[in-house]
């Protein structure tokens, strides 16, 4: 089984600082790591993934995330947050040959200006 | 616009109709995935194809939902005798072989 577990339901941040969202996985076998983007009404959009290789992964409009597999975590970071930033951040994981990606519950980041 | 295209975007249905919806994935991509997301909730698996073969479902795809493909193209999922529980956002994603999947908008059903 796979699962994803996202333990704060939201986060707050003042603009300008570095923004955090956790995330934690379970897996058997080697895990394919995934963070996506929802703002209301609208899909997911993809920011970046974490295959094989480097543990630190950079993706779209500045965010980054670092893998580590003792912890079994794949913490999305961001240096400098924006008040765009706010929205519903969502990790996901499978693995190689498994066509089904299991969601965390999502975390609903407030950016305050 | 290259994007998963999902149509109709809204769907208001009276329980016990059924209701069919329809995702054109990006061109190229020979995979597709179907997802379920109700509120406050991550998006759950539904189905998947590769080209137009159905190669896995959830058990969540009860005998009251179809999924096809068949041209390995576009895709629609059918939803027979809709119950309230069937309120949800679903959403089509596709992805170019074993690589990360690109979302859809997503069709917001309400049943009534």
């Known amino acids: 089984a796979q699962s994803v577990a996202q333990p704060e339901d939201q986060v707050n941040v003042a603009e300008g600082n570095p923004l955090t969202v956790k995330c934690t996985y379970s897996v058997s076998g080697n895990p394919y790591l995934f963070w996506y983007v929802q703002y209301p009404n609208r899909g997911l959009q993809f920011l970046l993934k974490?295959?094989?290789?480097?543990?630190l992964v950079k993706g779209s409009y500045g965010f980054e995330a670092e893998f580590n597999k003792s912890q079994t975590s794949f913490h999305l970071k961001k240096p400098s947050a924006l008040v765009s930033d706010s929205a519903l951040y969502f990790c996901a994981v499978r693995t190689y040959g498994n066509n089904r990606l299991a969601f965390g519950k999502g975390n609903q980041v407030v950016v305050i200006p | 616009d290259t994007g998963v295209s999902q149509d109709p975007r809204h769907k208001i249905t009276k329980r016990g109709q059924n209701v069919t919806f329809r995702c054109d994935p990006i061109s190229e991509h020979n995979r597709l995935y179907w997802y379920r997301q109700t509120l406050g909730q991550g998006p759950e698996f539904l189905t998947y194809?590769?080209?137009?073969?159905?190669?896995?479902k959830s058990r969540l795809l009860s005998d009251r939902f179809s999924a096809e493909r068949p041209k390995g193209s576009f895709s629609t999922l059918e939803i027979q005798r809709t119950e309230q529980g069937d309120s949800a956002m679903y959403l089509c994603?596709?992805?170019?072989?074993?690589?990360?999947?690109?979302f859809g908008q997503g069709t917001r059903l309400t049943v009534v």
């Open positions: 994603a596709s992805s170019p072989g074993d690589s990360e999947a690109f």
């Open positions: 974490y295959i094989t290789g480097d543990n």
């Open positions: 194809f590769q080209n137009e073969a159905q190669l896995e």
